[in-house]
């Protein structure tokens, strides 16, 4: 079993940042895989970015590209996500997860374990 903990998040204005963090506990070492996902009241959970923990590459989804830079800790039992030129369209309950399973990274379901998520809202 893996628990993950987010924080970080907060209110910002447009143009502003935020970095989110999520600890890891328990048995990590099945773990490939971090990822950051996040929603919107009524939208579906979207895939924000991932960094696969054996090489630390990160791929980000293009709506954020440029702007977050996702990273873990030297231990692997954190990971971060750094967010830049924020915009109101990010508003979102941002939430961590984990991946022990070699499938699609960008997919939710491949995703085990869960943070309990961390709510970012940017204004314009």
């Known amino acids: 079993q893996v628990q993950l903990v987010e924080s970080g998040g907060g209110s910002v204005q447009a143009g502003g940042s935020l970095k989110l963090s999520c600890a890891a506990s328990?048995?990590?070492?099945?773990?490939?895989?971090m990822g950051w996902f996040r929603q919107a009241p009524g939208k579906e959970r979207e895939w924000v970015a991932s960094?696969?923990?054996?090489?630390?590459?990160?791929v980000y989804a293009d709506s954020v590209k440029g702007r977050f830079t996702i990273s873990q800790g030297n231990a692997k039992n954190t990971v971060s996500l750094q967010m830049n030129g924020l915009k109101p369209e990010d508003t979102a309950m941002y939430y961590c997860?984990?991946?022990?399973?070699?499938?699609?990274?960008?997919?939710?379901?491949?995703?085990?374990?869960w943070g309990q998520g961390t709510q970012v809202t940017v204004s314009s």
């Open positions: 997860a984990a991946r022990t399973i070699w499938q699609n990274f960008m997919r939710a379901n491949n995703y085990a374990y």
């Open positions: 328990g048995d990590t070492s099945p773990t490939n895989c």
């Open positions: 960094i696969f923990t054996f090489n630390d590459n990160p």
